[in-house]
């Protein structure tokens, strides 16, 4: 399509400084690109939870050693590595060295790592900002010890055992035309494995906005597959929404709803004793 001479083009004006790639998709892919052109850098998902996933470890080595920069994206998984974090995985880190966040193990394993150029993180307060900081200028390769490293293998365990579907809540595959809340239902799976069931339930309810009587929830899915193409983790959606509702809608999910919007109807002002 001549992409490469209006590259070179670009590049010969001026416009274009620097060319690289972003990548979502399987390993065999990332190297292909990888070779297909003389890329200035690229950009890849990676995590202490997906260093076999996607480009994975391997990718950023292979990027590495033809000489590309390496930029890291979703370094805390859509935050799942920084607020998800399961309580016997807190107390792992927390026993390891009380004075890391979440966070910060996750940013140093990814600094301690030579290859890996810039990491990207999505911050919404200022203390978040300050932390960050705080992390890259005290962490550089080699920085994580033997000890530290066992406590990230060990709370990747965790993790493996509590969260069984990989979204990230990036919200690509939104809108759904039925309404299905797709990262909302997911969240609430796996909530109800890394939380107990009971508050993966509840967040279930309110994320699918099932108690204000509305039809959200993951078995109104009509498989049109229109979110499937749109999701840069390569979930298989509709298979994953019915795991979902055989989980998250029991047999006495309908009767439950019921009972839950009566009280709520009869708490409401003016409603009769
Ligand atoms: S496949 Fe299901 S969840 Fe996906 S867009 Fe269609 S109805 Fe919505
Ligand atoms: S696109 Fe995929 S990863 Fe993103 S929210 Fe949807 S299901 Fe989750």
């Not at 962490?139 to 990230?152: F, H, K, N, T, V």
Request: glycine share 10%; charged share 15%; proline share 5%.
């Amino acid at each position: 399509m001549g992409i490469e001479e209006w590259i070179a083009e670009k590049k010969a004006s001026g416009a274009i400084r620097q060319v690289g790639f972003s990548f979502h998709g399987a390993q065999g892919g990332f190297f292909e690109l990888l070779e297909a052109y003389n890329w200035d850098f690229c950009q890849i998902q990676y995590n202490y939870m997906n260093e076999t996933y996607q480009a994975g470890r391997a990718g950023l080595l292979a990027a590495a050693k033809k000489g590309l920069p390496v930029i890291v994206m979703e370094p805390l998984l859509g935050g799942r590595l920084a607020s998800g974090v399961p309580q016997s995985g807190l107390k792992i880190f927390g026993d390891a060295n009380p004075a890391y966040s979440p966070a910060v193990w996750t940013l140093r394993w990814l600094f301690s790592q030579p290859e890996v150029t810039v990491v990207l993180s999505g911050m919404n307060a200022e203390q978040q900002l300050e932390e960050n900081i705080a992390a890259a200028q005290s962490a550089g390769p080699g920085c994580l010890s033997r000890e530290e490293s066992a406590a990230i293998e060990a709370v990747k365990s965790v993790f493996e055992a509590a969260y069984k579907i990989p979204c990230t809540g990036c919200n690509y595959c939104m809108p759904c035309p039925q309404n299905v809340n797709i990262p909302g239902c997911f969240a609430a799976y796996n909530a109800s494995y890394a939380n107990g069931f009971v508050t993966g339930l509840t967040q279930y309810i309110t994320s699918t906005a099932a108690n204000r009587g509305q039809n959200y929830t993951a078995r109104h899915c009509v498989k049109c597959g229109k979110c499937e193409r749109h999701c840069p983790q390569q979930i298989e959606i509709t298979k994953a929404l019915g795991a979902v509702a055989r989980r998250m809608e029991p047999f006495w999910f309908g009767a439950a709803i019921r009972i839950i919007n009566a009280v709520q109807s009869s708490e409401k002002p003016g409603a009769a004793n």
